[in-house]
């Protein structure tokens, strides 16, 4: 190939971003890229074209950080994940570019108002919750901390699904993010990969290389085809990849059946690879055991490992240093199929023996595991595995008989403890543990948080714990301060950088220097002027968007994340119902102003999860019209929470509720962002609350409730909820008047079988914690009464959360688990 020098090829002007050269860019990308004037141009017009202009500035930066990493040879990250769920990208990269102002006045400049096209953005919702955000939040700092990485995942057509309320009751919708077109996301159609299902294996050809090699045909093939989107980090100093995946067909038309009449039937190819990576499975918590689940993550898996091997063999020339120069780490099991993906490049296509080769798997990958729930982890019927895979069974089994051989021999472990590390689970119809595959085929398995990994250690990973005990590990959970303050609080940002510098947006445990204003009267002022006025924020949605009045005085207590038992969303409202009667009882008290604001989705087949969404709306709708508690007491439930509703709902809040059953939250996040934009928590000692208590001080924070080892010694001794319910006369008569219809006089028994549940078996021990919550929520109240201790203490919650950032966690996994910085 004929190719000039670099240094004698064109470069691209320098950009300058002066507000009317910028105006200038806009209206040249809406003339030439979207083909309209201004005149013409609608407001989706302009963010597009908005768009474009802050893409070409990041595309400057994304190649000179991909042109160092290969002129540095230095070790690359690979973040496999199912979810990313990444929100709005406009705000985000403006910010971080250090462009706001100058954007702001460029399109201002044009009559364009930023704030409003802003909003014309769709949410990137490929995520359900926690998990998927944290890979977002990963992704921005480790360009920021200028880690060389690398996300992979799948780009779905429809993410998380658009939860809407129908008398009172979650309907699902499918969300179309990708309507009006993704501006941020380049299509590689020359890194695609063909990806196998089913079929046959054979030996591979006798040539006397490779004793383990095998030659496995797949039935149906697919191309997976990747759409990469910048991930830029703070001050852009480097710009990283997150590379989505798309399916399709071989043949997009089977021209003999076409041909001969089957019109449908030409298109069969075509559907199928749109069916893989069409949806994102809208499950939290339960493991949905679907065959197109499988292979979602095997065709993510394949691809990324197949793109990975071949860039290292691309620049490296040697597989085997491929641990010295990538790290893959597998967010939760659902990428944990790679292991063994890796293993069959090795073994089959790079004829490596199976010892070297399974060297090579463990030193390259790292585990995260998200959860101890045992609904929540994964596990595939054998038949099933082995019809889809049948190469990478047999790997599986290879692997098990090393392992259970080891295990047996020099580590003397017994029946027991043999069923329980085995990959196969033999209890029931025999299955595939994706858990112990990924802790087998890693060499760190990290928890993500300090109570979370020790609990690992103890339950679900206690026998493998006891064969490998270096390889189980912490990495707290973080958040990214830039989206997660100076975004979404611009207010409190600028009050923080008044009092004390801007050392902080560089590190952010320089926060600390807040505890020096936390007691000053004139600092604690501005502090509540700014609350208060992102509260009118929110009051003003909530009467825009669903007709509340809501007083932004009252203090604003919220709940905001997945709907599920464990997290207790029930102990919240049965306390709502109790306050209610308490409120009515005594109305000569002086009750402190609330509105308890709920949000979050429930898994579509998830029961219970619907139901308590339901309740929440009853209890909201009996509440808000009853003149006896007016302007003490609201209920609200928030549809559609999503990202961009947290980055309002967030600096908005109070209080914090994070008070899942002790033992059961492996970190949560949320407590966090909270925490951050200068809310209190009420919380039990669980996930990373822990943490959050060492950082900010018993006093700062309101823990309630049992603790993870008293829960489960309950548990143990055999938990009778019935004669805790029958003595707190508070909880029994809120129970009482949900069972019996006081809030659904439509359908009396609607709550009956919910509430007899907590008399029956009460999983989640609402009823154990239920005075000590109550307890806890009045001196919260009494808290509030006093607003120089209200806000000394919240200041000291913003003043400590520093630790928090995900810069600090991704800096732990770059040094401890990847070998990098
Ligand atoms: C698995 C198989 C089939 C279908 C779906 C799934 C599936 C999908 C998503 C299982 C679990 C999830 C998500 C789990 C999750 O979000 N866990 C949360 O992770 C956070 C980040 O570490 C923690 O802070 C939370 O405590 C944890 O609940």
């Known amino acids: 190939m004929n190719r000039a020098n670099a240094s004698t090829l064109p470069k691209p002007a320098p950009r300058t971003s002066d507000p009317s050269v910028l105006a200038e860019e806009i209206v040249e990308r809406l003339t030439y890229r979207i083909g309209k004037n201004a005149t013409a141009a609608k407001s989706h017009d302009w963010l597009a074209a908005t768009i474009l202009v802050i893409r070409d500035r990041v595309i400057d930066r994304w190649i000179a950080s991909t042109q160092k990493t290969y002129e540095d040879e230095g070790k690359r990250v690979y973040y496999l994940s199912l979810e990313f769920l990444i929100g709005r990208l406009m705000r985000d990269a403006v910010s971080n570019l250090g462009l706001m102002d100058e954007m702001r006045d460029a399109l201002a400049l044009l009559g364009v108002d930023i704030d409003v096209i802003r909003e014309l953005e769709p949410d990137a919702a490929l995520g359900n919750g926690g998990l998927g955000r944290l890979a977002a939040c990963f992704m921005e700092s480790m360009a920021t901390v200028d880690v060389p990485a690398y996300g992979y995942g799948i780009r779905y057509v429809n993410g998380m699904f658009r939860q809407e309320m129908s008398d009172g009751w979650q309907v699902e919708l499918p969300e179309t993010w990708l309507a009006h077109g993704n501006n941020w996301e380049f299509e590689r159609r020359e890194a695609s990969y063909e990806i196998g299902f089913g079929g046959t294996v054979e030996l591979a050809a006798a040539d006397g290389s490779g004793d ?3 030659h496995w045909k797949p ?8 759409y990469d989107t ?40 075509s559907n199928r690879a749109e069916a893989l990576t ?17 292979q979602q993550e095997y065709f993510f898996s394949s691809a990324s490992l197949q793109d990975i091997v071949r860039r ?15 790290a893959i780490q597998l967010n939760d099991t659902h990428p944990a199929v790679s292991v063994a993906e890796l293993m069959r490049i090795l073994i089959d296509l790079h004829n490596i023996d199976f010892d070297e080769a399974w060297d090579i798997t463990r030193r390259t990958f790292g585990y995260t595991n998200h959860t101890l729930l045992p609904e929540a982890l994964e596990s595939w019927p054998v038949p099933l595995f082995e019809r889809l895979l049948p190469r990478h069974m047999q790997l599986v089994y290879a692997i098990n008989a090393k392992l259970l051989i080891q295990a047996r021999r020099e580590h003397h472990f017994e029946d027991a403890a043999i069923s329980a590390i085995s990959l196969i689970d033999e209890s029931g119809d025999r299955r595939v543990r994706m858990g112990n595959l990924a802790f087998v085929g890693a060499h760190s398995i990290n928890g993500v948080s300090a109570l979370h990994t020790e609990l690992m250690k103890e339950t679900v990973f206690a026998d493998l714990h006891r064969l490998y005990p270096d390889r189980i590990n912490n990495k707290t959970n ?3 301060p830039r989206r997660w303050l100076f975004q979404c609080n611009p207010g409190l940002t600028t ?3 008044e009092a004390i510098g801007d050392a902080f947006m560089d590190d952010s445990e320089a926060l600390v220097a807040l505890d020096g204003v936390a007691d000053d009267a004139a600092f604690q002022e501005k502090f509540a002027a700014v609350k208060h006025a992102n509260k009118i924020v929110l009051s003003n949605l909530l009467r825009d968007r669903m007709g509340l009045k809501i007083d932004p005085s009252a203090m604003f207590d919220t709940q905001i994340k997945r709907i599920h038992e464990y997290k207790r969303q029930l102990l919240n409202i049965i306390e709502a119902v109790a306050l209610y009667d308490q409120i009515r009882s005594h109305p000569e008290r002086d009750w402190v102003p609330r509105v308890k604001l709920f949000g979050g989705k429930a898994a579509p087949s998830y029961h219970n999860a619907k139901l308590i969404i339901k309740l929440a709306n009853d209890v909201a709708r009996v509440i808000n019209h009853d003149p006896a508690v007016q302007g003490l007491l609201k209920v609200v439930f928030i549809p559609n929470y999503n990202v961009s509703m947290a980055e309002i709902m967030m600096p908005a809040a109070d209080l914090s509720e994070q008070i899942s059953t002790a ?12 925490g951050l934009n200068g809310a209190l928590t009420i919380g039990t000692l669980d996930g990373a609350n822990v943490e959050m208590r060492d950082h900010v001080g018993a006093e700062n924070i309101m823990i309630f409730g049992l603790t993870a080892a008293e829960v489960a010694a309950k548990r143990a001794e055999g938990y009778k909820p019935r004669p805790i319910i029958e003595q707190s006369r508070e909880l029994s008569q809120a129970l009482a008047a949900i069972a019996s219809g006081v809030f659904s006089p439509d359908d009396r028994n609607r709550y009956a079988g919910l509430v007899n549940g907590l008399y029956e078996h009460d999983w989640f021990m609402v009823a154990a914690d239920f005075d000590s919550y109550s307890a806890m929520q009045r001196h919260v109240d009494g808290i509030w009464t006093d607003k120089a201790d209200w806000y000394g203490k919240a200041i000291r919650n913003v003043a400590h959360m520093g630790w928090f950032s995900s810069d600090r966690t991704i800096r732990q996994y770059a040094s401890e688990i990847w070998g990098v910085l």
Not at 284 to 291: I, K, V, Y
């Open 212 to 214: 383990h090699a095998r």
């Open 219 to 226: 039935h149906d093939r697919f191309i997976a085809t990747p």
């Open 230 to 269: 910048p991930v830029v980090g703070w001050r852009a100093n480097r710009v990283n990849t997150l590379r989505l995946w798309t399916a399709q067909p071989i043949d997009p038309i089977l021209l003999d059946a076409f041909n001969a009449g089957d019109h449908i039937g030409a298109l069969k190819e």
């Open 278 to 294: 069409r949806v994102l499975y809208p499950a939290d918590s339960t493991a949905a055991g679907q065959e197109l689940r499988l």
């Open 312 to 326: 290292h063999v691309q620049y490296f020339g040697d597989i085997r240093t491929l641990p010295d120069k990538a």
């Open 478 to 480: 973080g958040i990214t």
């Open 495 to 497: 009050l923080i950088r």
């Open 663 to 674: 033992g059961m939250e492996a970190s949560g996040t949320g407590n966090m962002k909270f």
